[in-house]
């Protein structure tokens, strides 16, 4: 059975960082796509930061370039999001998901299967 389980998302001051995981389960993620979206509330979901093997790192969300990177772990079937001078705005519930292809997506659509996310809360 496939699923992502997601974990590391906490309550955090400005300025602050966190790392996000994303665990697979059925699947193994190096020949897949991955990607990180985030919703806030009354938001649509957007997509963040993907990682494949076939492209690397693909960046959608200008307002986190140079403060957030994707990295995976092979070895533990996770991918992660570390998340660096973390601001209020960054607030979100944040998801990982896979099209289940080698290719990454900017589009919630393309993507086959979601983790039940985890909160992040930036406090200013």
């Known amino acids: 059975q496939v699923r992502l389980v997601e974990s590391g998302g906490d309550l955090v001051q400005s300025g602050g960082s966190l790392r996000l995981s994303c665990r697979a389960f059925?699947?193994?993620?190096?020949?897949?796509?991955v990607a990180w979206f985030r919703q806030a509330p009354g938001k649509e979901r957007e997509a963040v930061l993907c990682?494949?093997?076939?492209?690397?790192?693909?960046h959608y969300a200008d307002s986190v370039k140079g403060r957030f990177t994707i990295s995976g772990d092979n070895a533990k079937n996770t991918v992660y999001l570390q998340m660096n001078s973390l601001k209020p705005e960054d607030a979100a519930h944040y998801y990982c998901?896979?099209?289940?292809?080698?290719?990454?997506?900017?589009?919630?659509?393309?993507?086959?299967?979601w983790g039940q996310g985890t909160q992040v809360t930036v406090s200013s």
């Open positions: 059925g699947f193994t993620l190096e020949y897949y796509a």
């Open positions: 990682i494949s093997s076939s492209e690397g790192a693909v």
């Open positions: 998901g896979t099209p289940f292809d080698h290719y990454c997506s900017g589009q919630r659509t393309d993507y086959r299967y």
